[in-house]
């Protein structure tokens, strides 16, 4: 059992080997580009990241130390795979909900057996509930609770859970907005410089498609007009 709880990217890492090896075997174990792939989905992720190679390869190093991930080196670039169950001593159906938390965030047991569909198939939500009041009343001897059922909030009619692999929830939060602001800040500004590419390539198709046409691009013959002398105008 790991002493200490992951950090958010650290849990992010772990979680997205854990997704791909049930997901996409075929490419399992996953090299560092996939990995980071993994990491920084759109999609299935909640919040968002925009993990550098740098991190992520810190983050499987401490993994590794933590004996929670397996590098192999069979191919020309290392390749990692997750040590999950064997670290936290829980079954696969346990593990799957753990691998889900650290993904998407807290959920609720209907959402859960819902997103699981390509993980495991629970037969219903009842045995989602099951395996969570499980690793929610784990004994202290086995590593303590790894998942805790969060108030009610109002408008609600489910409980939701999440998980407690990065420390109690409201210290995770915390860290989770602080990482997403420090790695979010350089998303952002490859956000904006690929818009303003693409604007600059629709202009220049625009113009392109203009001049096949023998026509003037939007807005340049109003500029064409302005720039005319009176006597140019007299004579037209």
């Avoid at 996953?30 to 190679?53: A, F, I």
């Avoid at 109002?154 to 602001?181: F, K």
């Amino acid at each position: 059992m790991i002493a200490r709880p992951l950090t958010p990217i650290e849990a992010r890492v772990l979680g997205t080997l854990m997704e791909k090896a049930r997901t996409v075997p075929d490419t399992y174990p996953l090299s560092l580009n996939l990995v980071v792939t993994g990491c920084n989905q759109k999609t299935s992720r909640e919040p968002v990241m925009q993990l550098s190679d740098a991190q992520a390869q810190e983050a499987l190093d401490d993994l590794k130390a933590a004996s929670l991930v397996v590098e192999s080196h069979g191919s020309r670039v290392a390749r990692y795979e997750h040590n999950f169950q064997r670290v936290y001593g829980v079954p696969d159906q346990s593990a799957a909900l753990l691998g889900l938390l650290m993904l998407r965030g807290p959920q609720t047991a209907g959402e859960l057996r819902i997103n699981a569909e390509r993980w495991h198939r629970f037969a219903d939500i009842s045995s989602v509930e099951g395996f969570l009041h499980e690793l929610a009343e784990r004994a202290d001897d086995k590593g303590g609770p790894l998942v805790v059922r969060l108030a009610r909030t109002p408008g609600t009619r489910e409980d939701r859970w999440a998980h407690l692999l990065c420390g109690p929830v409201a210290e995770a939060t915390e860290l989770i907005a602080a990482s997403t602001h420090t790695t979010g800040a350089g998303g952002q500004n490859d956000r904006i410089a690929a818009l303003e590419a693409d604007v600059a390539a629709l202009r220049a198709t625009v113009q392109w498609l203009c001049g096949e046409l023998g026509l003037s691009p939007a807005g340049r013959e109003k500029e064409t007009d302005r720039a005319k002398t009176p006597a140019d105008k007299e004579t037209n």
